[in-house]
């Protein structure tokens, strides 16, 4: 996600998501957008067809699925 020109990863454990300052850029699937888009997007007030997705799609869309609000 990138807010601000900020990159931040999003790891999901077993323990629950954890996120930090990303400096390397890797990741399956990123999801850009305003932070308004983001949020929206997050507690499923707008799908994903409101943000920019790069990578690995259906990730996103399983997370999304499988992640309590």
């Known amino acids: 996600m990138s807010a601000e020109g ?3 990863l999003i790891t999901r454990t077993p323990d629950g998501p954890t996120w ?5 850029g ?3 699937v990123t999801v850009s957008g305003t932070v308004q888009d ?4 997050f507690y499923r007030r707008t799908g994903v067809d409101s ?12 997370w999304l699925a499988h ?3």
């Open 20 to 24: 930090e300052r990303s400096v390397t």
């Open 6 to 8: 900020d990159d931040w």
């Open 51 to 62: 943000v920019t997705v790069a990578g690995e799609r259906e990730l996103l869309t399983h």
């Open 26 to 28: 890797e990741a399956n």
């Open 67 to 69: 992640t309590a609000l």
């Open 38 to 41: 983001l949020l929206l997007l």
